[in-house]
């Protein structure tokens, strides 16, 4: 596991992220001062891409750049920020003021946000350096780490995107204090997640918190976040641009876990579901295919549907069709070819990748979602 490094006297943690171009992700509050060492001294002029939703604490941030002349571009709320429209309109305002490779992109959002700037600054004179400060649980553990970015198109969901590693996340948890319950909860399906592939600590946590009073200074919410950024970065690490891994490991894919259902789920609401809402219908779905094929007992499906419905996260749902579903699951990234391809588990924290599974084994997963019980065992 990633060491961690707490930062003498303060209540900071930072994580370092190894690997060919290395940074920091640091934990705490009051983070700001550090920003201006991760835009670094060679940059004129800072993009900063702020849900508009969070432009009234932008000032801040632009007040501790100094001397740097700071173009502020608001964008729209949540998902409807990550499109081609959306980013073609920053491209060509970078273009008007001569924005130039030694400036710096900063993010002040979500992760609809963080992946929207990193995806301009991963194509803006084909790379920029950016800073990430998330705004949500689900942008700190998740979105804000790790160098994906991505905008949705008609085809479906980041299906169109670049790797492309920040210089620095500042992931302040003061901003969680604004967020809504739901949104806090859809962050904790990220966590959850990484609880199940890799770190059951995580998920004994989660089962001992108290739903109802999740505070947002509460130390096992903080030690939460801490475990799934370490999931992340040693999952990045090990494997940036999702090329595979060693030993039936999946490799970045382990991080896909419930997202190929997830996505498709996400794109046929037009994005009214939330993606940590998505993720906890899509780990449920993928559980209950990974008893069909015999890999998990219902035991562990069963923890599924209790950890995620702990918190009022979905575990059963009606109404998409499944050949819908199956179409946009066609072109989930993950896929090669024809052939599906799933990460499953075959125990907590050892996942690996289901290949084809038949189309059988699919639809009658499918069905336990929307019965919201165990699908009977496929002759
Ligand atoms: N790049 C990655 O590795 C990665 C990982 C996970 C998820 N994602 C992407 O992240 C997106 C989801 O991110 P999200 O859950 O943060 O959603 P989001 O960015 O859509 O934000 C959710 C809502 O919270 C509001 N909000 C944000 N910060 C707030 C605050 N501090 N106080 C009050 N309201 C606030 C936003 O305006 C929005 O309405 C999806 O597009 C998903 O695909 C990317
Ligand atoms: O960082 C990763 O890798 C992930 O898969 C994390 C996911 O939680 C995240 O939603 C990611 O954006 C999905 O990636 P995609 O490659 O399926 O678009
Ligand atoms: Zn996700």
Same mark, same amino acid.
């Given at each position: 596991?990633?060491?961690?490094?707490?930062?003498?006297?303060?209540?900071?943690?930072?994580?370092?992220?190894?690997?060919?171009?290395?940074?920091?992700?640091?934990?705490?509050?009051?983070?700001?001062?550090?920003?201006?060492?991760?835009?670094?001294?060679?940059?004129?002029?800072?993009?900063?891409?702020?849900?508009?939703?969070? =432009?009234?604490?932008?000032?801040?941030?632009?007040?501790?750049?100094?001397?740097?002349?700071?173009?502020?571009?608001?964008?729209?709320?949540?998902?409807?920020?990550?499109?081609?429209?959306?980013?073609?309109?920053?491209?060509?305002?970078?273009?008007?003021?001569?924005?130039?490779?030694?400036?710096?992109?900063?993010?002040?959002?979500?992760?609809?946000?963080?992946?929207?700037?990193?995806?301009?600054?991963?194509?803006?004179?084909?790379?920029?350096?950016?800073?990430?400060?998330?705004?949500?649980?689900?942008?700190?553990?998740?979105?804000?780490?790790?160098?994906?970015?991505?905008?949705?198109?008609?085809?479906?969901?980041?299906?169109?995107?670049?790797?492309?590693?920040?210089?620095?996340?500042?992931?302040?948890?003061?901003?969680?204090?604004?967020?809504?319950?739901?949104?806090?909860?859809?962050?904790?399906?990220?966590?959850?997640?990484?609880?199940?592939?890799?770190?059951?600590?995580?998920?004994?946590?989660?089962?001992?918190?108290?739903?109802?009073?999740?505070?947002?200074?509460?130390?096992?919410?903080?030690?939460?976040?801490?475990?799934?950024?370490?999931?992340?970065?040693?999952?990045?690490?090990?494997?940036?641009?999702?090329?595979?891994?060693?030993?039936?490991?999946?490799?970045?894919?382990?991080?896909?876990?419930?997202?190929?259902?997830?996505?498709?789920?996400?794109?046929?609401?037009?994005?009214?579901?939330?993606?940590?809402?998505?993720?906890?219908?899509?780990?449920?779905?993928?559980?209950?295919?990974?008893?069909?094929?015999?890999?998990?007992?219902?035991?562990?499906? =069963?923890?599924?549907?209790?950890?995620?419905?702990?918190?009022?996260?979905?575990?059963?749902?009606?109404?998409?069709?499944?050949?819908?579903?199956?179409?946009?699951?066609?072109?989930?990234?993950?896929?090669?070819?024809?052939?599906?391809?799933?990460?499953?588990?075959?125990?907590?924290?050892?996942?690996?990748?289901?290949?084809?599974?038949?189309?059988?084994?699919?639809?009658?997963?499918?069905?336990?979602?929307?019965?919201?019980?165990?699908?009977?065992?496929?002759?």
């Amino acid at each position: 596991m990633t060491d961690p490094t707490p930062t003498a006297g303060t209540a900071e943690t930072t994580l370092h992220v190894g690997g060919a171009s290395p940074y920091d992700v640091v934990v705490g509050t009051d983070l700001a001062r550090h920003l201006p060492a991760m835009v670094g001294d060679a940059a004129e002029r800072v993009a900063m891409v702020v849900d508009t939703r969070l =432009q009234p604490y932008a000032d801040d941030l632009v007040d501790i750049l100094g001397e740097r002349e700071v173009l502020v571009f608001a964008v729209p709320e949540g998902e409807e920020a990550k499109s081609v429209e959306v980013a073609a309109e920053i491209w060509n305002a970078l273009g008007q003021e001569g924005f130039t490779r030694s400036d710096v992109v900063v993010t002040l959002g979500g992760g609809a946000t963080t992946d929207l700037g990193g995806f301009i600054a991963a194509t803006w004179l084909r790379g920029v350096r950016v800073v990430h400060v998330p705004t949500t649980l689900l942008a700190m553990v998740d979105a804000a780490v790790g160098g994906k970015t991505a905008v949705n198109t008609e085809a479906g969901k980041n299906l169109v995107g670049a790797f492309h590693e920040p210089a620095g996340v500042l992931c302040d948890l003061s901003y969680l204090r604004t967020l809504a319950g739901e949104e806090l909860v859809s962050g904790l399906a990220e966590v959850i997640k990484c609880g199940f592939v890799a770190d059951p600590e995580i998920l004994r946590l989660a089962e001992s918190l108290e739903p109802g009073a999740l505070g947002v200074d509460d130390p096992v919410l903080r030690e939460l976040v801490e475990r799934a950024i370490r999931v992340k970065i040693d999952v990045v690490v090990a494997d940036l641009r999702e090329t595979g891994g060693r030993d039936g490991h999946p490799g970045r894919e382990v991080l896909n876990y419930g997202h190929t259902l997830g996505h498709a789920i996400e794109a046929i609401s037009g994005y009214t579901i939330r993606h940590g809402e998505a993720v906890s219908l899509g780990c449920v779905y993928v559980a209950e295919l990974a008893r069909l094929e015999g890999r998990i007992g219902p035991d562990l499906v =069963q923890r599924h549907r209790e950890l995620f419905g702990r918190f009022g996260l979905p575990t059963g749902m009606s109404g998409p069709s499944f050949d819908d579903v199956l179409e946009l699951m066609r072109v989930d990234k993950k896929a090669r070819g024809s052939q599906l391809r799933f990460v499953v588990l075959d125990d907590v924290a050892r996942p690996a990748v289901l290949a084809g599974p038949s189309e059988a084994n699919l639809r009658a997963a499918y069905d336990a979602l929307e019965l919201g019980e165990e699908a009977p065992e496929q002759p």
